[in-house]
């Protein structure tokens, strides 16, 4: 833990290992956390605040909401929220996600991404704002060799009128593998070419066209018998 204050504010920074390394800890700083507030401003003048919440796969709706207005109040002009849930291993968002989601942008957010699943979900426009119901992986060293290695790297575009009117003026996937190899995670992502069959299978998965059937993760690795 790394204990800062500023503007009289303290802010405690929380470091915690990866869940397949020390998961207790985890499950203890995420505890000691709860949620993350940040707000940071951009060389241009534009004032962002970053709502995260982890509360394993069901945030509330209503706690999000809760921190999205706070960073309004607080002076941000946009504001994103990152949330961890969903169903692991499914290319289909669920209710909850869709809950918190939409009153993330009912209370003043912009955009919402998710993580939880590993999988890639569609991306929905709603009321001004965009939510990514899961980005699936990146940076990913939970797993040498994930089933499915496909995944996104998510643009937005914030556009501020003369008037000083502030609006979510575009936004774009670029279709990647976490991986530079096919047969083994090597935590290079790497973007796959237009037009290819890899490019078309990922943007399937965000555009809502995708069909395929949700994976299932095997844990059993972790809890050998005998």
Request: glycine share 10%; proline share 5%; charged share 20%.
């Amino acid at each position: 833990i790394l204990p800062i204050e500023w503007k009289n504010i303290k802010i405690n920074l929380i470091d915690t290992p990866g869940l397949f390394d020390f998961s207790g800890e985890v499950s203890e700083g995420i505890r000691a956390a709860g949620s993350a507030l940040i707000v940071v401003s951009g060389k241009s003048g534009l004032t962002v605040g970053v709502y995260a919440v982890y509360s394993w796969h069901t945030p509330s709706a209503e706690s999000v909401a809760a921190g999205v207005r706070s960073l309004k109040d607080a002076g941000a002009e946009i504001v994103v929220v990152s949330a961890h849930w969903g169903n692991e291993a499914s290319y289909y968002q669920n209710a909850n996600q869709e809950e918190v989601g939409r009153a993330a942008i009912d209370a003043g957010a912009s955009i919402v991404f998710g993580h939880g699943p590993h999988r890639l979900e569609p991306f929905e426009k709603y009321n001004n704002g965009i939510i990514f119901y899961s980005l699936g992986n990146f940076v990913f060293g939970g797993n040498t060799n994930p089933a499915d290695m496909d995944s996104v790297i998510a643009q937005a575009t914030v556009t501020r009128d003369p008037d000083g009117t502030l609006y979510l003026s575009s936004f774009n996937v670029l279709p990647c593998s976490i991986s530079s190899k096919t047969n083994e995670n090597d935590y290079c992502p790497t973007l796959f070419e237009p037009g290819t069959e890899e490019y078309d299978r990922a943007m399937s998965k965000v555009d809502g066209s995708w069909t395929g059937a949700n994976n299932v993760i095997d844990y059993s690795f972790m809890h050998p018998e005998g």
